[in-house]
């Protein structure tokens, strides 16, 4: 005998009264299937979107050793740290950043130009499920490139990146991470053709993250310098993700931590009000 039922009887354990819902509070399987397909997207061509940005990352760490002597040593939270070791951790943390807004900023874009954006507005599928996904598979796409960078660096010869405190890397690298995904999702929203997301990245994005610390330390800047730089929330990601490596830097990590998450708070209700209201989707 079978055991599913006859065609057209929904199982009293999932039958529900007329106008209820049959998915309530969180769609599991919507959300797992939108972050899957997400991922699938940018793990399909990973020579480029993993694979191509860690080689980049590594002739960026070979080109300034040469540059300024990989001996050179640099002054960071009163601490003497060798050049190659400073530069290092920075270098990880912005080949994540620059990914994680690529990705993110690049799903409802081109649904919009291709004209398929109701493959994300129509499954049953809250706002905030939506952004869980895509920003999930930004911050998955990050990760990876952060670890391909790692593994890179950690087979160079004189360069030292043995975390001393791998929670705060983890964690700002989860911070930093979330921050560039929900900034790709607002331009995502926000762009109507390549050329607005491109602009956002060479005007925005690559200015604040190369003027943020990665390259030098701020204590040696000339004071307006300094001060631009300490409301730069790039310079607070990678000075608390080289704390993590190094131990010492040159902002309160506290202090770096609470601005970025207040920041990413920001970010993901603003992208939540949007996605929620349809700007520029529905229209």
């Known amino acids: 005998m079978s055991s599913q039922p006859p065609l057209g009887q929904i199982p009293s354990a999932i039958r529900s009264a007329p106008g209820e819902p049959v998915i309530r509070n969180v769609n599991w399987g919507g959300l797992k299937t939108l972050y899957v397909k997400e991922v699938r997207r940018f793990f399909k061509v990973q020579l480029q979107t993993i694979w191509a940005p860690a080689v980049t990352t590594l002739l960026f760490l070979v080109i300034f050793t040469i540059a300024n002597g990989a001996r050179r040593p640099v002054m960071l939270g009163g601490e003497t740290v060798p050049f190659a070791d400073f530069v290092a951790p920075g270098l990880i943390v912005m080949g994540m950043l620059n990914n994680a807004f690529a990705n993110a ?48 660096m950690s087979l160079w010869p004189g360069v030292n990146v043995v975390p001393r405190h ?25 762009a109507e053709k390549f050329d607005h997301a491109a602009a956002v990245t060479n005007f925005v994005i690559a200015p604040m993250t190369l003027l943020s610390g990665t390259f030098y330390s701020v204590d040696h800047l000339a004071p307006a310098f300094r001060a631009f730089s300490h409301v730069n929330p790039f310079f607070y990601v990678i000075s608390g993700f080289r704390y993590g490596f190094l131990g010492t830097a040159d902002s309160p990590v506290l202090l770096g931590s609470v601005v970025i998450l207040g920041i990413d708070v920001v970010l993901g209700v603003l992208c939540y009000v949007l996605l929620k209201r349809g700007w520029k989707l529905k229209s």
Do not use: M
């Not at 499954?123 to 790692?150: C, D, I, N, Q």
């Not at 791998?166 to 900034?183: I, R, S």
């Open 105 to 152: 900023s690049f799903s409802l874009l081109v649904g919009k130009i291709q004209g398929n954006i109701v493959d994300y507005l129509q499954p049953p599928l809250s706002s905030a499920e939506v952004l869980a996904a895509l920003t999930g598979a930004a911050v998955t796409r990050a990760f990876l490139v952060g670890l391909a960078v790692f593994l890179a």
């Open 166 to 190: 791998p929670g705060a890397v983890l964690w700002f690298g989860l911070l930093g991470a979330l921050f560039l995904a929900l900034a790709g999702v607002l331009t995502s929203i926000w």
